[in-house]
């Protein structure tokens, strides 16, 4: 199966570049992490595209014997169309929601309109900056998995693919604290592909995730030599309007169904 949707292909690549596994079905690929087996969209199918007509148990059914023990549903849609796609009545019936996200993409960014000057914008090293990634992950959380478990396994990825030199996880620092985070990481063919911009609940409309945004585009161009930076939004999140602001445009869209752990 050849993954067409630029999201999803970058989401692969990186979920490879962490350690998942990739087997491939034909008409769905099964994607595996065996070190974060609580990483929702590290252990999923990705389906060739979206069932037809009575067709949906066939998704929910292969994807209960590739993870008989998850307590949630993930499946993503390789379609790069997703905006008037329809939740199939299998997976309705079965709890999923559908999340329709927004592709961007730009060649080169341009400084936010209101860049903070308050913080320390650098790329993460230490220990302890590393720990404050996981504290923050925490006061931001609203993902999948369980958050202790999870964000600690996540953490070790990402430090992981830092130190290989793949990429970079950048912090902004006011007074020692991470107040906002995200990562950015070559995933191949020209492209880098933002991760997980989070800012502390108490410290936003400051300026610190546009910040962040455009120092980490700068290091894509001139360290990773990226010529597509592609960052994944939800169209109805106000961090979509920050991402326009630095200079990305609209690519495509992204369709997956889920349903969390009860």
Excluded: K
């Amino acid at each position: 199966m050849r993954i067409t949707s630029l999201g999803f292909l970058t989401d692969v690549a990186l979920r490879v570049l962490e350690g998942a596994e990739v087997t491939d079905r034909g008409d769905h690929l099964v994607i595996r992490t065996p070190d974060n087996p609580g990483f929702w969209w590290g252990n999923f199918l990705l389906l060739a595209g979206l069932p037809g007509p009575g067709q949906g148990g066939v998704a929910l059914a292969r994807f209960a014997e590739q993870f008989p023990a998850a307590r949630y549903v993930a499946l993503g849609v390789d379609t790069a169309g997703a905006g008037s796609a329809g939740t199939p009545a299998e997976f309705a019936a079965a709890g999923l929601v559908a999340d329709r996200a927004t592709v961007l993409t730009a060649a080169r960014l341009r400084p936010p309109p209101r860049p903070s000057i308050e913080a320390e914008i650098r790329p993460l090293h230490s220990d302890d900056d590393w720990r404050q990634s996981v504290d923050l992950a925490v006061r931001c959380f609203d993902s999948g998995g369980e958050p202790g478990d999870y964000l600690e396994r996540r953490m070790v990825a990402r430090r992981r693919l830092t130190q290989a030199g793949t990429g970079a996880w950048f912090g902004a620092f006011a007074g020692g604290r991470l107040l906002a985070q995200l990562g950015l990481f070559d995933v191949g063919d020209g492209c880098a592909r933002y991760q997980h911009v989070e800012t502390d609940p108490a410290a936003r409309r400051r300026g610190l995730a546009g910040t962040l945004v455009w120092t980490a585009g700068e290091y894509g161009r001139e360290v990773l030599g990226a010529g597509t930076l592609v960052i994944v939004a939800d169209p109805a999140d106000v961090a979509i309007r920050v991402y326009r602001a630095c200079g990305f445009t609209a690519w495509q869209s992204q369709l997956s169904f889920e349903r969390p752990a009860a």
